[in-house]
């Protein structure tokens, strides 16, 4: 029921966002993939591969608007840059977890997981979804540890989180743009 009132919430503020097109029904379908991954992962901690190749067949399509656009190079490239920062990021925090652990920090359907979300979210909206899941992961576990839910060894799924990042991102587009522009701001 709660999933479902979720997705619901979803579908309206992607319509509200996108109107309704092509764009926004097959996000709509991205969206429920992903939905359907979170329950697996949180639930079995297995992100199927079908679910991802469905996802990624939707990601894709959603996509294509802002290829054929012709709004420039990085906005066609925008995609392959998402996915390839998204399942950078991932490889690069699994390597660091095997110099330092000596085992994988993530699994690969996670580093799966975010080439399809850095599809769907493009180059700047990857970025932001990765850092808004870790940051919901690290604040969840955080929370768990200090309610003695878990101990700081306890196996903790990141889909989950890293959905949830790629979904704000989807849904509050503007919202998320802006926040990027500040935060580059900042740095420069």
């Known amino acids: 029921m709660l999933c ?5 919430i979803v579908f309206a503020l992607l319509s509200m966002q996108f109107s309704v097109s092509i764009k926004s029904c097959f996000l709509c379908l991205f969206c429920t993939c992903l939905m359907m991954i979170l329950l697996s992962d949180a639930r079995y901690s297995i992100i199927p591969d079908e ?4 996802g990624c067949i939707f990601a894709v399509i ?6 054929f656009s012709g709004n420039g190079w990085l906005d066609c490239l ?15 925090i699994n390597f660091l977890g095997q110099i330092f652990y000596k085992k994988d920090a993530l699994g690969m359907g996670d580093l799966k997981l975010m080439i399809v ?24 576990f955080s929370a768990a540890i200090l309610l003695k839910r878990v101990n700081g060894e306890d ?19 503007p919202l998320v743009d802006e926040l990027l522009s500040w935060y580059i701001s900042l740095i420069i």
């Open 4 to 8: 479902t009132i979720a997705l619901a």
């Open 62 to 67: 959603s996509a294509l608007p802002g290829v």
């Open 117 to 140: 979300c850095g599809i769907a979210c493009g180059t700047s909206g990857t970025v932001i979804a990765l850092l808004a899941g870790i940051l919901a992961a690290g604040i969840w």
């Open 78 to 92: 925008s995609p392959v840059l998402g996915a390839a920062i998204g399942g950078g990021i991932i490889l690069a």
């Open 155 to 173: 196996y903790m799924p990141l889909g989950p989180f890293l959905v949830f990042g790629a979904v704000f991102t989807l849904c509050f587009r």
């Open 51 to 54: 679910l991802v190749i469905a």
